[in-house]
Every structure is written in structure tokens, then in C-alpha cells.
């Protein structure tokens, strides 16, 4: 990122950013600079009105103090100036444009000529140096003159400079303090959020008595973070009861799946079966071992839940292997895993979340491979398989409880990513394998490293 894009994002011009606090920074710093700015211009436009008046007021006074001295010396129809009242930069001209008293600055000669005849008051400038004015007159003898008065700019232009510097520096300093003083008040306003959305970040599913605690209502952050306490107690209170529900389910289940399942077994003994009833039998028997994999997987994770049992570490290859043990065809999968995949699960709970995808994948598939690796604080485990994939306006809908395309009861993917979830991981269909089957992942926190590992 350029700097000067850094620093766009820093005032909140960057559609990524979303801090409040520099927002309202950056909102009342520019508002401040506009509204010095503003002042400054105010400023400005009120001291060269004010400028220009005291040059005018000046050239007046100048010009009367110059006739009424005129005026006063004139004995005759000829004029008669006192040189007392010949400052530099006044000239006075008779009515035919002849120079009778001072002296005119060669620089500005060719405009005390053109003021000279002039028969009414004119006021003229020289660049931004000089302002000149030409005052007509005529004394009580009846006698007609000119008197032409030149005053310099400099030390108006002086005052105004200063003026702006002045200005320019009391507005800065009031706009970085400004920033400053809401930078400060901000933070600490903002503090108890900041705080909140870290604690927040920091919940699990397994955190449940955890609560912000600001203390009673007494301002709005105190009453946002009351208000979320009692959201959270709500949500505890139906958390435990979908533990206990699914807890209490499970265990009911399993009696009456038992008796079923030693039922079947008992009777596949028998040597007086048909074939036909013995196939039957077979398959209520794998039924029966199916649904007693999703009642233990259903308790593994309601324990899990209500022990934080996630916080045990396990083996991937470990599992993998043993679930390899139990599968048909096992010769067909493919293990390619890397050095030492640990997770920060359970072994129970990390077979649960694997073994769906594993039968999903040798069900549907010639060639599974099964690869791993650590990505950050998470485990990647990877099932590829070169069977007929999945369409991509199914790839979520696998996930649904119930939803199946190979005749089973559809819990499987369900279940696995329930209890990838579960600690904070995730099951979903990645893309299509280069050999045309599909690839799912299956993310689950890595655990910590031994001091061995280190």
C-alpha cells in the first residue's frame, strides 16, 4: 500500500477500514481545518477592507491638510503651497498641469501625469507598492490645482502578512488540538467497546458463563454491555438445553437400538434362515451399527460441549489410521500426510469429524487420498477422491441433515461438520479434484507445539 493510500485509509476514505474512532478523528479534523480555513479567509477579507480604508482615510487627510494650506497661503489668483506641508510623495499642479510645489519620485511620474489634469478625484495603484490619489481643488481666490499624493503599501502588506501567519499558525494549532483532544476522549469513550469486541473475539461455544460485567446501566456503554449480558444468559440457557436435549436423546436411543441389534444378531444365528431373510437380517444389523456411530458421535459432541473436552490434543495420523482398520477396501486409500499432524481435539471427536468424509469418499470413489497440513493455528486435512463429484448447486446442500444420495440416513457429512464446528473448525466441499472427483477439507485448530517441536 502506497503512503498515500495508507494514509486515505487511516482517515476512514478506505472502504476496508471500519474504525469508528478514526473515523470521528478524521471527521473533526477536517471539519476543524475547514472552519480555520474559513476563519483565516474571514480574516483576511476583513483586514484588507480595513487596509484599504486606512489608505484611503490617509490619502484623504493627506490631500485636505495640503488644500487647506493652499487655502490659507494664497494671496493671489496664483497658488502658493508651504513647503512645511510637502511631505515626500506629494506633488501639486496648477490648471494647466504645471508642477508648483514638491517633487515627483521619478518611478512614478508618468501616473502623477496622468493625475495631474485629472478633473475629478481619481485613486490609481502602482503594482501592490504604492496607491496614489489625485484631488482636484480650487481656493476661495478662485485659483484651480491638482494635489496628487502618493502613499506606500509596505507596512500594510506587512500587517496583513503577519496577520495570516499569525492566524494560520493559532488555527493549526487549534485544529491538532482539537484532533488531539478527541483522539483522547474517544479512546477513552470508545475503551469499553474495544474491550467488549475483544472479549467477544475471545468466546467459544464453550465459554458460556463468561459475561462482560461493565457494572449497573449508568451510561449508554454500560447499558449495551447489560443488555448483551442478558442475551448471552438467554443463549447459555438454550445452549445447555440442546446439550441436554441431544445428551438425554442419544441415551434413550441407545437401549432400544441395542436390543435391536442384539435381536438381529441372535437370529442371523440361526441355520433355518433363507437367504433372503438373512440378507434382510444383514442389513438391519449395519443399519443398527450406522445409527449407533451417530448416536456415540451425538454424545462425544454433547460431552465435548458441556466438558471443553476439545482442549485434548490427538494424533491425525493416528486416527486416520484406525479408521483405515475399520473401512472396506482400505487398500484403496491413499495416506500422504505431514510431519506429525497434531490437533487440539479430542481423538474421539477428531475421528467423528474424519470418518463421515472418509465412507463418503470410498462409498462414491475408486482412489481416495488423504492428505495434511498446518496452515496457521489450523489443521487442514484434505479428502480427495476421483468419483463422480458433487454439482456445485449441491455443495451445501450435502451438508443437510437427511439429504443423501447413496440411501443412507444422510447424517454423516451433517454430523461431521457439526462437530468440526463444534471447536471452532469447519467441514465444507473445497473443488473438484483433477481426476474429476471432489475434495473436501476438514479444518481443525492445531495444537500447540511441544517443546520438542520448538
Not at 501616473?111 to 478633473?119: A, H, I, P, Y
Request: charged fraction near 20%; proline fraction near 4%; glycine fraction near 8%.
Amino acid at each position: 500500500m502506497t503512503p498515500l493510500r495508507r494514509v486515505a485509509s487511516w482517515f476512514g476514505f478506505g472502504a476496508d477500514n471500519l474504525s469508528y474512532r478514526r473515523r470521528l478523528v478524521s471527521v473533526t479534523a477536517i471539519f476543524g481545518t475547514t472552519v480555520a480555513v474559513l476563519l483565516v479567509l474571514v480574516i483576511q477579507v476583513a483586514l484588507s477592507r480595513s487596509s484599504h480604508s486606512a489608505v484611503v482615510k490617509v490619502l484623504d487627510d493627506r490631500a485636505d491638510a495640503v488644500i487647506s494650506s493652499a487655502e490659507a497661503g494664497t494671496s493671489s489668483g496664483l497658488l502658493a503651497i508651504p513647503d512645511a506641508r510637502m511631505d515626500p510623495g506629494v506633488a501639486v499642479y496648477d490648471q494647466t498641469g504645471a508642477l508648483v510645489a514638491g517633487v515627483v519620485p521619478p518611478s512614478q511620474a508618468h501616473v502623477f501625469d496622468e493625475l495631474s489634469t485629472t478633473k475629478v478625484a481619481r485613486r490609481t495603484h502602482i503594482g501592490d507598492a504604492f496607491e496614489l490619489l489625485g484631488q482636484p481643488f480650487t481656493t476661495p481666490t478662485g485659483a484651480h490645482g491638482v494635489v496628487v499624493i502618493s502613499e506606500r503599501l509596505d507596512s500594510y502588506q506587512e500587517i496583513i502578512h503577519g496577520a495570516l501567519a499569525i492566524s494560520v499558525g493559532i488555527g493549526g494549532v487549534i485544529v491538532v488540538l482539537a484532533t488531539i483532544l478527541v483522539a483522547w476522549a474517544s479512546r477513552r469513550a470508545l475503551a469499553p467497546v474495544a474491550q467488549m469486541a475483544h472479549t467477544a473475539e475471545a468466546w467459544s461455544e464453550h465459554d458460556l458463563d463468561r459475561r462482560f460485567g461493565l457494572g449497573p446501566p449508568s451510561n449508554e456503554i454500560r447499558a449495551l454491555g447489560h443488555t448483551l449480558d442478558r442475551l448471552l444468559d438467554r443463549v447459555r440457557r438454550a445452549i445447555l438445553d440442546e446439550q441436554r436435549l441431544t445428551s438425554e436423546l442419544a441415551h434413550e436411543l441407545r437401549t432400544p437400538l441395542t436390543a435391536v441389534l442384539a435381536t438381529a444378531e441372535v437370529i442371523s444365528d440361526r441355520d433355518d434362515l433363507d437367504d433372503e431373510l438373512r440378507e434382510d437380517l444383514g442389513y438391519i444389523t449395519a443399519s443398527c451399527h450406522d445409527m449407533a456411530a451417530t448416536i456415540t458421535g451425538l454424545v462425544d459432541l454433547a460431552r465435548s460441549k458441556a466438558t471443553g473436552a476439545h482442549t485434548d490434543e490427538a494424533d491425525v495420523e493416528a486416527v486416520v489410521r484406525a479408521l483405515l482398520r475399520d473401512l472396506p477396501d482400505a487398500e484403496r486409500i491413499e495416506v500422504a500426510l505431514a510431519c506429525d499432524p497434531r490437533v487440539a481435539v479430542t481423538p474421539a471427536l477428531a475421528a467423528r469429524a474424519i470418518a463421515p468424509v472418509l465412507e463418503n469418499a470410498v462409498q462414491h470413489a475408486d482412489h481416495v487420498e488423504i492428505t495434511a497440513a498446518q496452515q496457521g493455528d489450523w489443521t487442514l486435512i484434505r479428502v480427495a477422491d476421483n468419483g463422480p463429484g458433487v454439482q456445485e448447486r449441491d455443495a451445501e446442500a450435502i451438508f443437510v441433515p437427511g439429504q443423501t444420495r447413496s440411501g443412507g440416513s444422510g447424517l454423516g457429512l451433517a454430523l461431521a461438520r457439526r462437530v468440526a464446528r463444534s471447536v471452532g473448525g469447519d467441514v465444507t466441499l473445497q473443488t473438484r479434484a483433477p481426476s474429476g472427483g471432489a475434495v473436501f477439507e476438514i479444518r481443525l485448530p492445531a495444537a500447540a507445539p511441544t517443546s520438542a517441536d520448538q
